[in-house]
T-cell receptor
Framework: SAVISQKPSRDICQRGTSLTIQCQVDSQVTMMFWYRQQPGQSLTLIATANQGSEATYESGFVIDKFPISRPNLTFSTLTVSNMSPEDSSIYLC????????????FGEGSRLTVL | GNSVTQMEGPVTLSEEAFLTINCTYTATGYPSLFWYVQYPGEGLQLLLKATKADDKGSNKGFEATYRKETTSFHLEKGSVQVSDSAVYFCALTALYSGGGADGLTFGKGTHLIIQP
């Protein structure tokens, strides 16, 4: 398993601003992903964070809106840019560890409210 | 593409009742299947998994069997407790032959409420 720390745990943001969420893992991991969970909804994959290269985005998500960095095997950031109330969600970092069989471990999430 | 369909709740049961939450999937190849649980105010936790056909995953009294012929992975528990009240998510992923995997595809989640 892996212990995943996300910051901030929650924030209230103004429309038009940007916020960066940090994800720190206590061990080196192969795969890192960012998910969004809108209120009362399921989890939607935003992108795969690739170490040392550009993230791979899912349909409906673009780099200009959700820039992602992954400088090493234990750390990643997700920025939510030019926020609107529709971006109010929980954003979750998840990781797959070495030799894993597909299961992912999740951070506690960052709950963003955009006014 | 991959997709997961699960019964939507809320599902309300009395304590000690038998639980079944249905989950069916669509995927290319042979995915790995998972059940995750989200307790109130907590993060998402892996409950159980199965990586090939006819495998049975089990944990905390919950079970699910990977049924390739019916593309299903139904979650069951013989006697539920109030502490089982949570949201349950069925999920799948495809493993790469050289290691690694896609991100998980989740169902919509089933809110389970157990009354004393």
């Amino acid at each position: 398993s892996a212990v995943i720390s996300q910051k901030p745990s929650r924030d209230i943001c103004q429309r038009g601003t940007s916020l960066t969420i940090q994800c720190q893992v206590d061990s080196q991991v192969t795969m890192m992903f960012w998910y969004r969970q809108q209120p009362g909804q399921s989890l939607t994959l935003i992108a795969t964070a690739n170490q040392g290269s550009e993230a791979t985005y899912e349909s409906g998500f673009v780099i200009d809106k959700f820039p992602i960095s992954r400088p090493n095997l234990t750390f990643s950031t997700l920025t939510v840019s030019n926020m609107s109330p529709e971006d109010s969600s929980i954003y979750l970092c998840s990781v797959g560890v070495w030799g894993h069989t597909g299961e992912l471990f999740f951070g506690e999430g960052s709950r963003l409210t955009v006014l | 593409g991959n997709s997961v369909t699960q019964m939507e709740g809320p599902v309300t049961l009395s304590e000690e009742a038998f639980l079944t939450i249905n989950c069916t999937y669509t995927a290319t190849g042979y995915p790995s299947l998972f059940w995750y649980v989200q307790y109130p105010g907590e993060g998402l936790q892996l409950l159980l998994k199965a990586t090939k056909a006819d495998d049975k995953g089990s944990n905390k009294g919950f079970e699910a069997t990977y049924r390739k012929e019916t593309t299903s992975f139904h979650l069951e528990k013989g006697s539920v407790q109030v502490s089982d009240s949570a949201v349950y998510f069925c999920a799948l992923t495809a493993l790469y032959s050289g290691g690694g995997a896609d991100g998980l595809t989740f169902g919509k989640g089933t809110h389970l409420i157990i009354q004393p």
